[in-house]
């Protein structure tokens, strides 16, 4: 069993950036694929950013356009995604996903995701 806990939400300013952070409980955390969705009011859920259990893979969402970065930290079980250049329609909830899956399967628009965490909310002001 995996539980995941986000943080690192908050408003900020368009152009500005935010990281986020996925703290995960569970002996196989570095055995699992990582990754963030999001989703916006009245939007369906978007894939953002996926991670390998290495690290060593990574994978995005073609509207984040080099202004984001997810990494991984196995000794402290925590993911991250940093957000720069944000922009107001970033704004939305952000979630964290785990997955003994490869992380390409999280850009499967039928993924469903093993574990979720509560979300973490993401508004950026013009």
């Known amino acids: 069993q995996v539980q995941l806990v986000e943080s690192g939400g908050g408003l900020v300013q368009a152009g500005g950036s935010l990281r986020l952070s996925c703290a995960a409980s569970g002996p196989t955390f570095g055995r699992f694929a990582m990754g963030w969705f999001r989703q916006a009011p009245g939007k369906e859920r978007e894939f953002v950013a996926s991670?390998?259990?290495?690290?060593?893979?990574?994978t995005y969402g073609a509207f984040v356009e080099d202004r984001f970065i997810i990494s991984r930290d196995n000794t402290l079980n925590t993911i991250y995604l940093q957000m720069n250049s944000l922009k107001p329609e970033d704004t939305a909830v952000y979630y964290c996903?785990?997955?003994?899956?490869?992380?390409?399967?999280?850009?499967?628009?039928?993924?469903?995701?093993?574990?979720w965490g509560q979300g973490t909310q993401v508004t950026v002001s013009s």
């Open positions: 991670i390998s259990w290495s690290g060593a893979g990574t």
């Open positions: 996903t785990a997955d003994p899956l490869p992380p390409e399967s999280m850009t499967i628009p039928s993924y469903v995701g093993k574990y």
